[in-house]
């Protein structure tokens, strides 16, 4: 190993300097739980080699072969953050170029349908809880992390105020959605976060997402297409087919650019399929 890089080696408290380094700059708990999780993988595939721009090089080849486009770039961006942390700015690797897709797979995304089917099918397992997670997501369009901020509060006045990434928001409550929340939280509970586990604190994003793919096979919907975040995405194409106003979702979702928004907008191009069928401009 060269000298200079025996001076650059991912170390277990070079991991937490960034990890505080991080919070101190107001990232999401998530965030920084996922940049080290990233940090620590680096570092076992190294095996005590020392930091190099070759080895990052080799490194991004094999995230190539292991996950998609936008992971990888994830991934990147938490060893970029940490080299501009240590000081090694001299050894950052570029992220890959990804087209922005006009269309999502189809087998990724959730329908209005298979979304009422998944409800359902928490009501027969008499799991009314998990029936009112999902409606609150996806007639919202809040975050999994963002349900702690579903309070009896809210539910009451109709409007929560949500705090991520440093950013705050309005988020409305459908008087619908209202109104079940505190049938569902009861005339015992008065304050405090809707959704909780026995223990009083509130609902951690796997126990939801697990419950959510318990669904799967009972509702008929493909596992692929089951998870927290396909609600959101859901509430966002809903949204937009009624409103048409990118810069209005952007703020209902909480994002700093429309360019994210119009991730979420995006559809399997069934529908796209379908106008273009109906131009008649096929002769023969």
């Known amino acids: 190993m060269k000298k200079e890089d025996a001076k650059r080696t991912i170390t277990p408290e070079l991991i937490s300097g960034y990890a505080v380094y991080l919070w101190e700059q107001e990232k999401a708990p998530a965030t920084i739980e996922k940049y080290t999780h990233d940090l620590k993988a680096l570092c076992g595939w190294l095996d005590g080699a020392g930091i190099t721009k070759a ?3 080799s490194w ?4 190539k072969e292991q996950y998609a486009a936008a992971s990888v770039n994830t991934i990147l961006a938490a ?3 940490f080299l501009t942390f240590c000081g090694w700015t001299d050894c950052k690797v570029k ?6 897709n006009l269309f999502c797979r189809a087998d990724k995304e959730l329908t209005r349908g298979e979304y009422v089917r998944l409800v359902r099918a928490a009501e027969r397992a008499g799991d009314s809880r998990l029936s009112l997670i999902l409606q609150t997501i996806c007639a919202t369009g809040i975050r999994v992390s963002e349900l702690q901020f579903i309070t009896l509060e809210a539910a ?4 929560a105020e949500v705090c991520n990434k440093g950013k705050r928001r309005a988020v409305f409550l459908p008087d619908k959605l209202c109104r079940a929340l505190l049938r569902f939280a009861g005339k015992k509970r008065t304050a405090g976060a809707v959704f909780i586990t026995r223990g009083g604190k509130p609902l951690d994003r796997s126990n939801v997402w697990r419950s959510m ?3 799967c096979e009972r509702a008929g919907v493909a596992p692929a297409k089951v998870y927290p975040h396909n ?3 859901l509430f966002a194409r809903v949204f937009y087919a009624l409103q048409k106003d990118l810069s209005r979702l952007a703020d209902l979702l909480g994002h700093a650019s429309v360019n ?6 995006a559809e399997s191009g069934a529908e796209h399929a379908r106008l273009i069928g109906r131009m008649g401009l096929v002769i023969t």
């Open 55 to 57: 080895a990052l090089v």
């Open 213 to 215: 793919k318990s669904l």
């Open 60 to 63: 991004k080849e094999h995230l």
């Open 231 to 233: 609600l959101r995405h």
């Open 79 to 81: 060893a970029n953050g």
């Open 260 to 265: 994210t928004t119009r991730i979420y907008t």
């Open 156 to 159: 009451r006045t109709g409007r």
């Open 95 to 100: 992220p890959l170029k990804i087209q922005r």
